[in-house]
């Protein structure tokens, strides 16, 4: 049987996780808690900086023609997919941390980055570091859909931010019968307590995440997974 996933993120890394989903034999549901848009934002001098953060593929998605003007910057990403957007947006010295964004400021930081931008959206982890002065550049916002919040049965619902896990919870009467799948211990405690399941991916990535709502859909514990409710 054929087990389901509502996926909650975002367009376009909605349609991507369905993706991903589906090469794994699971059955995506689409339904995104929040809606992307771009916002205006100054374009700082980039010769006032040695680096630029990203920690969401959306930030260079949404970025819009200003990026051009900071391309030439060491690009710092989190994740596959934010290295991936971008590549698309020609930035040409990139490179990718496999954790947050702390991690990757202590990266940068031991390459000798003392002065950097961050791109990011308007609810953000601000980011810091005691030898790196960050300046922040708000590039898109993230805002909430209204409506119902309905899941389908059995299916195993991802969450992967912590604003999003905190929407689902505040939106969602009953908690006891649901299968959440979180893509790091963060974002499950986000996601409070109460819930039928709750697990968070090994590592903060959508493959990650995915193998354990394939678990949970089959009624299994992940190895390495930290489950809590």
Same mark, same amino acid.
């Given at each position: 049987?054929? #087990?389901?996933?509502?996926?909650?993120?975002?367009?376009?890394?909605?349609?991507?996780?369905?993706?991903?989903?589906?090469?794994? %034999?699971?059955?995506?549901?689409?339904?995104?808690?929040?809606?992307?848009?771009?916002?205006?934002?100054?374009?700082?001098?980039?010769?006032?900086?040695?680096?630029?953060?990203?920690?969401?593929?959306?930030?260079?998605?949404?970025? %819009?023609?200003? +990026?051009?003007?900071?391309?030439? +910057?060491?690009?710092?990403?989190?994740?596959?997919?934010?290295?991936?957007? +971008?590549?698309?947006?020609?930035?040409?010295? /990139?490179?990718?941390?496999?954790?947050?964004?702390?991690? +990757?400021?202590?990266?940068?930081?031991?390459?000798?980055?003392?002065?950097?931008?961050?791109?990011? %959206?308007?609810?953000?982890?601000?980011?810091?570091?005691?030898?790196?002065? /960050?300046?922040?550049?708000?590039?898109?916002?993230?805002?909430?859909?209204? #409506?119902?919040?309905?899941?389908?049965? %059995?299916?195993?619902?991802?969450?992967?931010?912590?604003?999003?896990?905190?929407?689902?919870?505040?939106?969602?009467?009953?908690?006891?019968? /649901?299968?959440?799948?979180?893509?790091?211990?963060?974002?499950?405690?986000?996601?409070?307590? #109460?819930?039928?399941?709750?697990?968070?991916?090994?590592?903060?990535?959508?493959?990650?995440?995915?193998?354990?709502?394939?678990?949970?859909?089959?009624?299994?514990?992940?190895? #390495?997974?930290?489950?809590?409710?």
């Amino acid at each position: 049987m054929t #087990g389901k996933v509502l996926i909650l993120r975002p367009e376009p890394g909605a349609s991507e996780t369905a993706a991903r989903a589906r090469a794994m %034999g699971l059955e995506p549901v689409v339904r995104p808690l929040f809606e992307l848009s771009p916002v205006p934002w100054d374009v700082p001098d980039a010769r006032r900086h040695d680096a630029i953060f990203f920690t969401s593929a959306n930030a260079a998605r949404l970025g %819009g023609e200003g +990026l051009s003007a900071l391309a030439a +910057l060491p690009a710092y990403a989190v994740g596959e997919s934010t290295a991936a957007a +971008l590549k698309a947006a020609r930035f040409a010295d /990139i490179r990718t941390g496999n954790a947050d964004g702390a991690a +990757l400021v202590e990266a940068a930081a031991s390459d000798g980055v003392r002065r950097a931008l961050h791109l990011c %959206g308007r609810d953000n982890i601000e980011l810091r570091h005691r030898d790196v002065m /960050i300046e922040q550049r708000i590039v898109y916002a993230a805002d909430e859909v209204a #409506g119902p919040m309905e899941v389908p049965a %059995g299916a195993v619902v991802l969450l992967h931010s912590a604003r999003a896990a905190a929407a689902f919870a505040r939106r969602v009467a009953d908690r006891s019968a /649901i299968r959440i799948a979180a893509i790091s211990p963060a974002v499950a405690e986000a996601a409070g307590d #109460g819930w039928a399941a709750k697990v968070a991916a090994p590592r903060p990535r959508d493959e990650a995440l995915l193998e354990v709502a394939r678990a949970l859909c089959q009624n299994s514990s992940p190895d #390495g997974a930290g489950a809590g409710s």
